[in-house]
């Protein structure tokens, strides 16, 4: 199980993924479930955050004449 919290959004999907598939199979030991289960927790926290870090990118686009992008406008301001 890898660093969750610098995980790419594309890696993040592609772990929970495979902690899922481990999960519905259920052959794991109930220990080692628990353990997937608090890392697909961390799994979706993240993908949840890299979400919305890109929505809010989106919503900053700066629109030009015809609604086209011209920029990008700073996340805190």
Same mark, same amino acid.
């Given at each position: 199980m890898s660093d969750v $919290?610098?995980?790419s959004f594309e890696d993040a999907i592609k772990e929970l993924e495979k902690v899922v598939g481990q999960l519905e199979? %259920?052959? !794991?030991?109930l220990d080692e479930s628990i353990a997937l289960y608090e890392?697909?927790?961390a799994l979706k926290a993240r993908c949840e955050? #890299?979400? #919305? $870090?890109?929505e809010e990118k989106v919503a900053k686009i @700066?629109? %030009?004449e015809g609604?086209?992008? !011209?920029? @990008?406008?700073p996340l805190d301001g």
């Open positions: $919290e610098n995980m199979r %259920g052959d !794991v030991a890392h697909g927790a955050a #890299k979400l #919305k $870090e890109a @700066t629109l %030009g609604a086209s992008p !011209v920029g @990008t406008a």
